[in-house]
């Protein structure tokens, strides 16, 4: 009896539990009542809220749908962007005509949906889950069948089961528009949406009519310029029928939360939900890069982030106007060298993982394979390029571009998107005449062969030499130096790192990421893999490391050999103690180095550094001398890494300009970061820097003081001038040190900042006044950089991929 009485109890509670549940959520709103300011409608899942809400700071109020359990107000869709209700006079209702309507207390109409006129008074609106807002007659059953919803009037955000694009049937075009600031919801300047684009469909942002971005067919898997692999947050999907031709995505599953946003800049974000630490987070944006941008570099040229210069002509092609691609201004592009005449001689290269060009003047047949798709280019001297249409199941149809080929890029080597380009016979010859590679393979073969007699004739020769007057016979020390140059073989290369397997990464320089190895002999080594795009040709790298295996000094690191097989890798010895850095900034007490030391290593830094500016036959200039690329070996001896891309010079030449500008924010002299001016001057900056870290333990780049807004060399030389120079010491620096040493060493450290090159002394004073115990120094004037400049009038493009550390090797490109 007692457990019956206690089951019906426990019954009534809970139906009367989910009915206050029930109760508790409105989602429909109805012609007899109104939603006023403060009211709300949220959806039957409390996953989404309707009401007014004023961005930022403004007090104009605006009507919009929001995530009801997301603690950050997100606003997701707003009705009167453009017609902000200045009080909270604010209604939204059903009107006469059965439509929506905003109005305020003076009964203006603010906002309404553009369905068309109802007798009907059944008429309701509700906010379903999804967080659509949907119009809709009662009294009819049919689900989707809506008078109005808000789906289709997009604003800046697509959520899940939104769609992107046309229905032909209606004409109607769902486009997302952008704010016209983050404070601001009202239309903006770009807007993001499916270009027909003739017969293949891409998604465009563009800026008014202007293209801005576009993401390339759809390709079968992906949008071809944006090689998204498939991923456990959201799936995409793309529809291309003869009603629809819309895009949309799914979240992954239920739990994951993510959205799209066209920002004001243009920039189309996807944001993910994190319940953690909740907050959003941007998963990625679009464009995404410099190549990213529409047409960046003008036509017939291919886009390459990383790269010297980002604009390359493609093959066969030249800058329109030297003079200008010279001063760094893409806009006007490549023409090609000569004018195709189908002559016999002519063929097509093969461009892999790249954007294909812009859908401008092209044909299409989605029945020919392609062979048949070459053929038919071939045929027509006026067609520039071909390719497939559909990448699935190893491609089909064909795409033949005629005139311009505009805004291609290269992509990652995931993208499966493969372009063939027209090119003369002349510069097919360089491309793939497979012939030629046998002969070059059967060429080194005999030279090996040659070289192996040769050897033998001179051991036998030898001996006999030897034999005759008793001597032993030295290659002189040089010689021997060269020959120690290895070119490994990929596949050693491959197992000594596990295949580049991922824990065996040791970190990423400016020119690719660096893995530990180690040969079947035992030895460890340092593997850098160049970014593939680098334009070097064969022989000038060979050059190259050729040269710098030559360079031998106890300060440098030694360069053991290289590989050229399908990528360029250079072998360098490893150094177990891995880089400066992680022993001069956020080290602990414990493990922070003693002064003598920190003293030792600069030391051993300006003494690799003079040798590179002096003593070796070579004039080398480092350009991005920092404590990442100072390493330590076992005994802690500093020795300057990446000096691979140095600027190498046979001559005395003591000022160089260059337009590529290499090298890492906080390290760079300023007439080098500015003006593109290096030289050895160019480099006693930096390694003035990098004495100033080592001595404070911090950071350059990230130093921030509450008293002022100077960077660590302003702070440096402001506790100078206070004559306060103690004050700049590291306060981890363990306790026992000369104090007229350090303060002598920031001394140098100032005056090899110092604002004109010609101040600064050279490497070999800076050693003399290192060394020497009461040399009387000149004052140091004024550094360059010592405020922390805004990089608002540079181009900044980051070459290299990782963004852990605020330590990026930077290409800067002048401004213009
Ligand atoms: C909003 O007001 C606060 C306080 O008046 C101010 O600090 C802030 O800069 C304002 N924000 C904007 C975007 O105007
Ligand atoms: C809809 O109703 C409004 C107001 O009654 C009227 O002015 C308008 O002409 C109607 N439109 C159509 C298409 O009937
Ligand atoms: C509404 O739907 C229910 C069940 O889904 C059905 O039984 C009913 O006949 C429908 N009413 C109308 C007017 O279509
Ligand atoms: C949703 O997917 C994430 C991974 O993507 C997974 O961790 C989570 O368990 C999934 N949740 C549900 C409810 O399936
Ligand atoms: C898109 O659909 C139309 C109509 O069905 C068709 O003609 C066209 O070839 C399709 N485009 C692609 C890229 O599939
Ligand atoms: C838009 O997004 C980009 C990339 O995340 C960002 O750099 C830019 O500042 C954003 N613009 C605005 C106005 O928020
Ligand atoms: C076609 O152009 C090539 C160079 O591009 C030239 O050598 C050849 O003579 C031309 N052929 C004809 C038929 O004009
Ligand atoms: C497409 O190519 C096939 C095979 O070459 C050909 O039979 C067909 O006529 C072509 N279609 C068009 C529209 O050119
Ligand atoms: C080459 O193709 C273009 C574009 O389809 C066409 O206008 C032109 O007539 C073709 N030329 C020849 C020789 O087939």
Not at 505 to 516: M, R
Request: with cysteine; hydrophobic share 40%; glycine share 8%.
């Amino acid at each position: 009896m007692d457990i019956l009485c206690f089951s019906v109890l426990y019954c009534i509670s809970i139906s009367l539990f989910s009915l206050a549940e029930v109760c508790k959520s409105v989602d429909v709103l109805s012609s007899s009542e109104p939603i006023r300011d403060g009211d709300t409608l949220v959806s039957a899942g409390e996953k989404f809220q309707l009401g007014f809400f004023s961005p930022g700071n403004s007090s104009n109020r605006f009507l919009a749908i929001w995530y009801h359990n997301i603690p950050e107000k997100t606003i997701v869709w707003v009705a009167n962007g453009d017609n902000p209700v200045t009080d909270s006079s604010g209604v939204l209702r059903i009107g006469n005509e059965g439509k929506l309507v905003l109005v305020n207390q003076a009964e203006r109409v603010l906002w309404s949906s553009n369905n068309m006129n109802t007798s009907s008074q059944s008429v309701v609106a509700q906010l379903l889950d999804s967080g659509n807002l949907v119009l809709k007659d009662d009294s009819e059953n049919v689900s989707g069948n809506y008078l109005w919803q808000s789906f289709d009037r997009p604003s800046n955000t697509l959520l899940a089961g939104m769609k992107l694009g046309w229905d032909l049937r209606m004409g109607l075009d769902r486009h997302m528009t952008s704010w016209k600031s983050a404070e601001d919801p009202s239309t903006g300047d770009f807007t993001y949406g499916v270009d027909l684009g003739g017969i293949i469909p891409q998604l465009v942002i563009r800026k008014g009519r202007v293209k801005y971005f576009r993401s390339g067919p759809w390709n079968g898997i992906q949008f071809s310029g944006v090689p998204l692999t498939p991923n456990l947050i959201f799936i995409p999907k793309f529809v291309n029928n003869s009603q629809e031709v819309y895009y949309t995505f799914n979240n992954f599953n239920e739990s994951t939360i993510t959205r799209s946003v066209l920002n004001a800049s243009g920039n189309h974000q996807r944001y993910l939900w994190n319940e953690e630490t909740q907050e959003w987070t941007v998963i990625y944006m679009l464009p995404h890069d410099a190549c990213d941008v529409y047409g960046n570099c003008g036509p017939n040229t291919m886009c390459i982030v990383g790269d010297f210069q980002i604009c390359n002509c493609m093959t066969g092609y030249q800058p329109k106007s030297q003079a200008e691609w010279d001063s760094l201004v893409w806009s006007s592009g490549c023409v090609s060298k000569n004018p195709f005449n189908c002559s016999k001689g002519e063929g097509f290269k093969r461009l892999e993982g790249v954007k294909i060009p812009d859908l401008l003047q092209f044909t299409m047949n989605t029945s020919m394979s392609l062979k048949e798709c070459e053929f038919e280019c071939f045929k027509n001297c006026s067609c520039r390029a071909y390719a497939n249409i559909d990448a699935t199941g190893g491609g089909s149809g064909c795409l033949l571009w005629f005139g311009d080929l505009l805004d291609v890029r290269k992509l990652s080597v995931h993208a499966n998107q493969d372009l063939y380009i027209r090119v003369s016979a002349s510069d097919l010859d360089s491309v793939n005449s497979k012939w030629k590679e046998w002969v070059a393979v059967a060429i080194s073969v005999a030279f090996v062969v040659l070289l192996v007699v040769l050897y033998f004739c001179i051991i036998w020769k030898r001996k006999k030499h030897a034999q005759g007057t008793g001597i032993t016979f030295d290659l002189p020390a040089e010689d021997e130096n060269s020959l120690q140059l290895l070119i490994f073989d990929r596949v050693t290369i491959l197992q000594a790192t596990n295949n580049f397997c991922d824990s065996n990464k040791l970190g990423e320089g400016g020119f690719g990421p660096v893995y530990k190895g180690q040969l079947p002999n035992g030895q460890e080594i340092a593997v850098k893999r160049l970014s593939e795009d680098s334009r070097q040709g064969l022989n000038e790298f060979k050059n190259e490391v050729m040269l710098i295996a030559k360079l031998q000094h106890r300060n440098l690191v030694k360069l053991l050999g290289c590989c050229i097989e399908e990528e360029r890798m250079l072998i360098y010895e490893y150094m177990p103690n891995g880089s400066l850095d992680s022993f001069i900034f956020g080290k602990t007490r414990e493990n922070s180095l003693v002064w003598r030391m920190r003293f030792d290593i600069i030391v051993g830094i300006a003494r690799g550094l003079l040798y590179l500016h002096r003593d070796s036959r070579l004039r080398i200039i480092h350009r991005d001398l920092k404590a990442s690329n100072v390493l330590l070996d076992n005994e802690m001896n500093p020795k300057i890494s990446d000096f691979g891309m140095a600027r190498v010079f046979g001559g005395d030449i003591s000022l160089v300009k260059t337009k590529r500008i290499v090298g890492t924010y906080g390290y760079m002299a300023p007439e080098y970061a500015i003006d593109g001016l290096f030289s050895t001057k160019s480099d006693i900056f930096s390694f003035g820097v990098l004495l100033l870290e080592i001595i404070s333990g911090k950071r350059n780049r990230e130093f921030n003081h509450p008293d002022h807004c100077f960077n660590l060399l302003g702070h440096a030389w402001m506790l100078w001038l206070e004559r306060k120079a103690s004050d700049f010491i590291d306060p981890q620096l363990p306790n026992s040190f000369d104090l007229s040493e350090v303060v002598k060493c920031i001394h140098v450290g100032l005056l090899c900042v110092q604002r004109r090159p010609d101040d600064r002394p050279n490497m070999s004073t800076v050693l003399l006044m290192l060394d020497s115990e009461s040399a009387s120094l000149p004052q140091p004037k004024q550094p360059g950089f010592y405020i922390e400049r805004s990089s608002e009038h540079t181009n900044v493009e980051m070459s290299g991929r990782n963004c852990n550390s605020n330590e990026i090797t930077i290409t800067l490109l002048e401004g213009r």
